[in-house]
């Protein structure tokens, strides 16, 4: 699928079982709203593979209620986003994470080759990326930067026995804002809790973050 434009709908790109899809040519993706599921614009799952490459953007797409208004992986899903694919201005509303990419169950995402998360928004954390449930995720020299979540992590957030390693990637004036009546606003840039190993390697930068109760940039929350 290259070169396309996908808009105005529900969730517009399902992948399941052991199913490939690839997105690329510049396609857009773009104003889809799921309401009963999670992934507003793409929801992969079981052992399906999803490809976003050649400067493909998802954009201005909303989960209500779940999780991932960008991408949802879960299951034994995989996820690869590269050569300079944007996932911006999407939103998971409410008690949901992930207003970019929400990965869980096992799930792995490979964020690579001069992407971008941008201004995002989620409504309980993880803005730009959240990861989760034994999920994994690899980030390399990308960019994450203007995401915002009464929550924790404005960039990334890692819990629940997930791990995420991070290479070569600058996340930058992400926001991190408290949840009124249960504080939890820390990690502006990112944020781990609950058993998440997060590393953060090779030349990675936190710039310009910043967070409404505990820090601005990397918190590890022991919860």
């Known amino acids: 699928m290259a070169g396309s434009t996908i808009y105005a709908g529900s969730t517009s790109i399902y992948a399941y079982d052991n199913s490939t899809v690839v997105v690329g040519g510049g396609s857009v993706i773009s104003g889809n709203t799921a ?11 079981d052992s ?5 490459s050649g400067a493909s ?37 409410g008690r949901a994470v992930g207003g970019g990419i929400a990965v869980g169950g096992k799930g792995q995402l ?12 989620a409504g309980f954390g993880g803005a730009g990326i959240a990861v989760a449930q034994n999920a994994t995720a690899s980030i390399r020299n990308t960019t994450i930067s203007g995401n915002l979540t009464p929550g924790l992590g404005g960039g ?20 991190s804002l408290e949840i009124e009546g249960l504080g939890l606003g820390g990690g502006g840039a990112v944020a781990a809790r609950g058993n998440a190993q997060m590393q953060l390697l090779h030349g990675t930068r936190l710039l310009g973050n910043r967070a409404a109760f505990i820090a601005g940039g990397f918190a590890m929350i022991d919860c």
């Open 35 to 45: 309401l009963s599921c999670t992934g507003g614009a793409v929801d992969v799952r």
């Open 48 to 52: 399906a593979v999803f490809v976003l």
């Open 57 to 93: 953007r998802v954009l201005n797409n909303t989960s209500v209620g779940f999780s991932g208004g960008g991408v949802a992986i879960l299951g034994a899903a995989q996820v690869r986003i590269e050569g300079g694919s944007l996932v911006c201005n999407n939103t998971s509303v």
């Open 110 to 121: 490979a964020l690579v080759g001069g992407s971008l998360v941008c201004n995002n928004r």
């Open 156 to 175: 990334i957030v890692a819990a629940n026995n997930s791990y995420v390693a991070v290479f070569g990637t600058i996340i930058a004036n992400n926001t």
